[in-house]
C-alpha cells in the first residue's frame, strides 16, 4: 500500500482542486458567434466597449469590446472602462442577438 504524504499530498490536492468552470450555454454560445463574426472594420466604425449585466442561466458581467486591438468578448468585466452598461435578463439578451 502507497500512502501519499508531504509534498506530494499537496500536489494531489492541488490537482484536484477545480479550475473556474468555463461558461457554456445560450449565452456564451452567443457571445462565442458575436466573437468570430468581428472584423477590424466592426471595430474601427463602432468605436465602443459594451458591458452586459445579466440575469438568470448564464447570467453575470459579459463584455464586447468594439473598440480596442481587433476587439473581442468575454466573461466579467471589460479590459478597459465601459461606453455602454446594459442590465436585462439573459433570455432577453439572446433574444436580443438571435432574432
Known sequence: ???????AQALKEE???SAPAKPSGPVAETFRVIQGAMT???VRSTQGVFQF?????????WYID??????ST???KP???ADVVMSMSSA???KMFTG
Open 1 to 7: 500500500m502507497l500512502k501519499v504524504t508531504g509534498a
Open 15 to 17: 490537482k484536484t482542486e
Open 40 to 42: 477590424e472594420e466592426n
Open 53 to 61: 449585466e445579466l440575469s438568470g442561466d448564464g447570467g453575470g458581467t
Open 66 to 71: 468594439l473598440k480596442n486591438k481587433g476587439g
Open 74 to 76: 468575454g466573461f466579467g
Open 79 to 81: 479590459p478597459g472602462t
Open 92 to 94: 432577453d439578451f439572446v
